[in-house]
T-cell receptor, first 113, second 109 residues
Framework: DAMVIQNPRYQVTQFGKPVTLSCSQT?????MYWYQQKSSQAPKLLFH???????NEADTPDNFQSRRPNTSFCFLDIRSPGLGDAAMYLC????????????FGSGTRLTVV | GQNIDQPTEMTATEGAIVQINCTYQ??????LFWYQQHAGEAPTFLSY??LDGLEEKGRFSSFLSRSKGYSYLLLKELQMKDSASYLC??????????WGAGTKLIIKP
């Protein structure tokens, strides 16, 4: 089945230690998104790629970076995780205008110790 | 600013019907989505409305009134597995999804 895969499912990292979360898709969707979601809150868009075009949300901290080396893969790099960065990180994909909504990966639960 | 409002929490009884409301104010409108999210999991797509009216899909139905900036998700014959958060999201004029904070639905036996 075509899908969006996130690894790892759970990630524990030390305060200030760089961490990378990965996302891959077999849907051949043009657009890939990274969301941060904290408990009982709406998903917060961090950035998205429209093909290779990178779009950063204005309020996304510089601590968060992203790479999309090809259509299938997208990475979220957190350069110096703080305690406030503990959250669920969701990768999603959509076709060009997302008419049929987004397909989400299973998410990565990040814990910062 | 852009805003989506939905109740924080609702409680219903197994076998009953529940309606979860969503109101929105967004810059443009290109469709409204409902997603289900179980605790600790990713959202899963439930429904999509772009024209006014009711869309029925099994036990779940979704209604849209664009003039009122209003939608609801209707869940019938509630089952315990329906306990989850239900998120309303609107695609704005830039085709970006604006998310509500979700409604936590608690089903009691």
């Amino acid at each position: 089945d075509a899908m969006v895969i996130q690894n790892p499912r759970y990630q524990v990292t030390q305060f200030g230690k760089p961490v990378t979360l990965s996302c891959s898709q077999t849907l051949n969707h043009n657009v890939m998104y990274w969301y941060q979601q904290k408990s009982s809150q709406a998903p917060k868009l961090l950035f998205h790629y429209y093909d290779k075009d990178f779009n950063n949300e204005a309020d996304t901290p510089d601590n968060f970076q992203s790479r999309r080396p090809n259509t299938s893969f997208c990475f979220l790099d957190i350069r110096s995780p703080g305690l406030g960065d503990a959250a669920m990180y969701l990768c999603a994909t959509s076709s060009r205008q997302g008419i049929y909504g987004y397909t989400f990966g299973s998410g990565t639960r990040l814990t910062v110790v | 600013g852009q805003n989506i409002d939905q109740p924080t929490e609702m409680t219903a009884t197994e076998g009953a019907i529940v309606q979860i409301n969503c109101t929105y104010q967004t810059s443009g409108f290109n469709g409204l989505f409902w997603y289900q999210q179980h605790a600790g999991e990713a959202p899963t797509f439930l429904s999509y409305n772009v024209l006014d009216g009711l869309e029925e899909k099994g036990r779940f139905s979704s209604f849209l009134s664009r003039s009122k900036g209003y939608s609801y998700l209707l869940l019938k014959e509630l089952q315990m597995k329906d306990s989850a958060s239900y998120l309303c999201a609107v695609k704005d004029s830039n085709y970006q999804l604006i998310w509500g904070a979700g409604t936590k639905l608690i089903i009691k036996p």
